[in-house]
């Protein structure tokens, strides 16, 4: 039921561009992005709604498959500031609309 | 300023004992979460209230408990029969389920 999040870790050199997946045997309403520090509270990113709605940072893009139910983040140009955990966290009719996140991706940015 | 704060940061306790954590909002939420988190892992629902005096039983809701008596105050009690405590408990709270989900700083439970 847990989506399934890839890469688990990602190492990159400032500037670089990265993809994070995130993927799902359910039928999904909607697809959240988060991103954690460590020993950090998650911070929302992007909110990708069935129907092609989305909300969040005009910075940050991610794209959603309704019908391969998978979600694609986007960090293009990576500054340090983008070192941290992503997770990604879906929505469902089977969660009962609550989110069930998956084991995070963990991105290293380098200068 | 507006958020949400969880108290205390960091909790020591012995075998066997029940304890509880605070969380308080002043943003106006509806919705309040308990989520716990344990090392490299994703965030596991424990419980969820979508209003006050009203609330649901997430994924890992054994051997804890909650209350939502006022809309800004949503504690969790750890209680003994959580056989493996040890975790980062965080809380969270959004306008209504389904948006942007704010959350507290956390609290580190260690049981000794």
């Known amino acids: 039921q847990q989506p399934v999040q890839s890469p688990q870790a990602v190492i990159l050199r400032e500037g670089e561009d990265a993809v994070i997946n995130c993927s799902s045997s359910?039928?999904?309403?909607?697809v959240h992005w988060y991103r954690q520090k460590h020993g950090e509270a998650p911070v929302f990113l992007m909110i990708l709604l069935k129907g092609g709605e989305q909300k969040g940072h005009e910075k940050i893009s991610a794209s959603f498959n309704e019908k391969k139910q998978q979600s694609s983040l986007y960090l293009t140009a990576s500054q340090l500031s983008y070192s941290g955990t992503y997770f990604c966290?879906?929505?469902?009719?089977?969660?009962?609309?609550?989110?069930?996140w998956g084991a995070g991706t963990k991105l290293i940015i380098k200068p | 300023d507006g958020g949400i704060t969880q108290s205390p940061k960091y909790l020591f306790r012995k075998e066997g004992q029940n304890v509880t954590l605070s969380c308080e909002q002043n943003?106006?939420?509806?919705?309040m979460y308990w989520y716990r988190q344990d090392p490299g892992q994703g965030l596991r629902l424990i419980y969820y209230s979508q209003i006050v005096n009203d609330f649901q039983k997430g994924d890992i809701a054994e051997g804890y408990s909650v209350s939502r008596e006022k809309k800004e105050s949503f504690p969790l009690t750890v209680t003994s029969a959580q056989k493996n405590p040890t975790a980062f408990y965080l809380c969270a709270s959004s306008y209504d389920n389904g948006n942007e989900q704010f959350f507290g700083p956390g609290t580190r439970l260690t049981v000794l």
């Open positions: 359910k039928a999904l309403y909607s």
């Open positions: 943003l106006n939420h509806d919705a």
């Open positions: 966290g879906t929505e469902s009719l089977d969660s009962n609309y609550q989110l069930i």
